[in-house]
């Protein structure tokens, strides 16, 4: 676009000097030309010599010269409004260039975030599954601990079976109801406490995924509506071409016409 607007200053400046040149050749021409007729040498008859008026000479070439220039000066206004219009366009080309740059910009943090997301999710999922590791190998260790207490306290009641039978037997009959009630609580608040942190969990993981999947759903219009100005940028681009291409033949049109009414003129 920059050589186009150069090569409109270069072809205007010659066009004017130009015109300039062959008006003032014009007037020369016609101030220098003896428009007188010589006499003749008499013949018998008498011929009237005709006398051409040298102002009414000048004044149809200042004529001439002013409709060339003001033609001149109406050719200038209208390549000078052409250009006022495609340095508008070029300006609207390249704030689009710009909205379009900030948008990328944009697509690339809503892609990160989303990103970041899905990342959160899974650290979170296997923090989840860790944890439900550990409670299981805990449960485990329990049960074995409880395992080998039972057997401890067995042992310890069987010695004591011989030397206090009935009371012995008392005792622990008495020992596993009270056990077997505190287990059955504890076992029954353990797993009200884990269904509560699964609940948890699963509702932090769904959040999660429908915050991913927003964020995809808005990458995908972003890229969509990036794509759209793209297609509009090339277009007014194709239009700054054609417009370029008209001006270039209007003003070797004009060219042409200059040069053959010149030739005319002083022909």
């Known amino acids: 676009m920059k050589d186009n607007k150069k090569k409109r200053k270069e072809y205007t400046k010659p066009i004017a000097i130009s015109v300039g040149l062959h008006a003032l050749l014009v007037v020369a021409l016609l101030w220098g030309t003896d428009f007188t007729m010589s006499k003749p040498e008499p013949t018998g ?70 990103r970041e997301a899905e990342a959160a999710r899974k650290k979170k999922e296997q923090e989840r599954e860790a944890e439900e590791e550990r409670t299981r190998k805990e449960k485990e260790r329990a049960a074995k601990a409880e395992k080998e207490r039972k057997a401890k306290e067995e042992a310890v009641r069987k010695a004591e079976q011989q030397r206090i039978a009935k009371e012995a037997a008392a005792a622990k009959a008495e020992q596993e109801r009270v056990a077997r009630e505190k287990a059955a609580k504890e076992a029954e608040e353990k797993a009200r406490r884990e269904r509560e942190a699964a609940a948890k969990a699963e509702q932090e993981r769904i959040a999660k995924e429908k915050a991913a999947k927003e964020a995809a759903e808005k990458a995908r219009k972003e890229k969509e509506r990036l794509e759209r100005l793209e297609r509009e940028r090339k277009e007014q681009e194709a239009a700054l071409d054609d417009i370029f291409a008209g001006l270039e033949s209007e003003t070797s049109a004009n060219q042409q016409a200059q040069g053959q009414f010149v030739a005319d003129e002083v022909s």
């Open 45 to 114: 008859q008498m011929v009237q010599a005709v006398v051409i008026d040298p102002k009414l000479v000048q004044q149809q070439a200042k004529e001439i010269r002013q409709q060339r220039e003001k033609a001149a000066k109406k050719e200038q206004d209208r390549l000078d409004k052409l250009r006022r219009e495609a340095e508008q366009l070029e300006k609207n080309r390249k704030a689009e260039e710009e909205q379009i740059r900030k948008l990328k910009e944009q697509q690339a943090k809503d892609a990160k975030a989303a």
